[in-house]
């Protein structure tokens, strides 16, 4: 494996380009540590079939939203037959679309919160209205588009005026939102590694709830618990539920499902296929709890990277 060139694809044209690039510098580090050889990739720069030009054995995805994790990077992937870490075509794809997953989650029966969606072309003050009665919706109301990642557009209204307001900005650059019934209580999130739970992990924003800069921003100052502070039973059960979702989903590699735990039920929010491998990313913190150093995290992803995923 050592004599392997890895090319660590990264950046992007996604609103998480800068995240992507944390997250590809971290692997990138871990990677050449463990003796193999590593190069970059940036489809901002270059178009996705130009990948075969560099020669690589094996391609880490660090790309996160738009096009890397929706299916396209990997229909590239797959196309130039290179094997790739994380999920492919179709779990990356189902995963992304919140609507999709959403449909995936009632099929199987996951608790998730209940939701709805509202179309640009039918957006006026009559429809919200009618769409809040028939839904029996009260504020507040998490309104979000259905394809982006970390918590990029997601706003919570709590009265009308702001719902609509926020709808109204959202419409600008999106067509399709999805509007889900706010669910309180504690925000614990689960990592998956190879198909098995490794942990969970509570989040306590001091911002309004856990958006970008609560993820990402050290001065946001949102504190990490690990283990999760909830009874072992439903820790244990929590744990099943995300490997259930990995499994549903047919996802590879590692992946981190997000849930409120509220009147001692768990409500899936959604699950990342492609989750942050930056110093204040989920994932390596709960691998590191459980004896998984980073650059064994990385290891286990790269010896798991086939194509027909």
Same mark, same amino acid.
Request: hydrophobic content about 40%; glycine content about 6%; overall charge positive.
């Given at each position: *494996?050592?004599?392997?060139?890895?090319?660590i694809?990264?950046? &992007?044209?996604?609103?998480?380009?800068? #995240?992507?690039?944390?997250?590809?510098?971290? =692997?990138?580090?871990?990677?050449r540590?463990l003796?193999?050889?590593?190069?970059?990739? @940036?489809?901002?720069?270059q178009?996705f079939?130009?990948?075969?030009?560099?020669?690589? @054995?094996?391609?880490f995805?660090?790309?996160?939203? +738009?096009?890397?994790? @929706? &299916?396209l990077?990997?229909?590239?992937f797959? /196309?130039?037959?290179?094997?790739?870490?994380?999920? !492919?075509?179709?779990?990356?794809?189902n995963?992304m679309?919140?609507?999709?997953?959403?449909?995936?989650?009632?099929?199987?029966?996951?608790?998730?919160p209940?939701f709805?969606?509202?179309?640009?072309?039918?957006?006026?003050?009559?429809?919200?209205? $009618?769409?809040?009665?028939?839904?029996?919706?009260i /504020?507040p109301?998490?309104?979000k588009?259905?394809?982006?990642?970390?918590?990029?557009?997601?706003? #919570?209204?709590?009265?009308?005026?702001? /719902?609509?307001?926020?709808?109204?900005? %959202?419409?600008?650059?999106?067509?399709?939102?999805?509007?889900?019934?706010?669910?309180?209580?504690?925000?614990?999130?689960?990592?998956?590694?190879? &198909?098995?739970a490794? &942990?969970?992990?509570? %989040?306590k924003?001091?911002? $309004? /709830?856990?958006?970008y800069?609560? +993820?990402?921003?050290?001065s946001?100052?949102?504190?990490?618990? *690990?283990?999760a502070? #909830?009874?072992?039973k439903k820790?244990?059960e929590?744990l099943?539920?995300?490997?259930?979702?990995?499994?549903?989903?047919k =996802?590879r !590699?590692?992946?981190?499902? @997000?849930f409120?735990?509220?009147?001692?039920?768990?409500? %899936?929010?959604?699950?990342?296929?492609?989750?942050?491998?930056?110093?204040?990313?989920l994932?390596?913190? #709960?691998?590191n709890? =459980?004896?998984?150093?980073f650059?064994?995290?990385? +290891?286990?992803?790269?010896?798991d990277?086939?194509?027909?995923?």
């Amino acid at each position: *494996m050592r004599k392997k060139k890895i090319l660590i694809v990264l950046g &992007g044209n996604s609103k998480e380009r800068e #995240i992507s690039i944390k997250t590809g510098k971290a =692997c990138y580090k871990a990677i050449r540590n463990l003796g193999y050889k590593a190069d970059f990739f @940036d489809p901002k720069y270059q178009p996705f079939f130009k990948i075969k030009r560099k020669g690589a @054995d094996i391609i880490f995805n660090a790309l996160h939203g +738009k096009e890397g994790e @929706d &299916g396209l990077a990997q229909s590239f992937f797959e /196309f130039l037959k290179i094997p790739y870490t994380h999920s !492919g075509v179709i779990s990356s794809m189902n995963a992304m679309n919140k609507l999709s997953s959403k449909k995936i989650f009632i099929k199987n029966r996951l608790r998730t919160p209940k939701f709805t969606i509202i179309k640009k072309e039918t957006f006026n003050d009559k429809n919200l209205k $009618n769409l809040i009665i028939k839904n029996n919706f009260i /504020f507040p109301i998490v309104v979000k588009p259905i394809n982006e990642g970390s918590s990029i557009g997601v706003k #919570i209204s709590n009265n009308f005026d702001k /719902f609509r307001k926020d709808i109204r900005h %959202l419409f600008k650059n999106y067509k399709i939102l999805l509007i889900e019934k706010f669910i309180g209580g504690q925000e614990i999130q689960v990592a998956v590694l190879n &198909g098995k739970a490794i &942990g969970a992990i509570e %989040l306590k924003p001091k911002r $309004n /709830f856990y958006d970008y800069k609560a +993820k990402y921003f050290k001065s946001a100052n949102t504190s990490h618990i *690990m283990p999760a502070n #909830i009874n072992k039973k439903k820790y244990k059960e929590v744990l099943k539920i995300a490997e259930k979702t990995h499994k549903i989903l047919k =996802c590879r !590699g590692v992946t981190r499902s @997000d849930f409120k735990f509220y009147n001692n039920h768990f409500y %899936l929010l959604e699950i990342n296929t492609q989750p942050g491998m930056t110093e204040l990313s989920l994932v390596p913190e #709960i691998a590191n709890y =459980c004896n998984i150093s980073f650059e064994l995290l990385i +290891k286990k992803l790269l010896l798991d990277a086939s194509i027909n995923r």
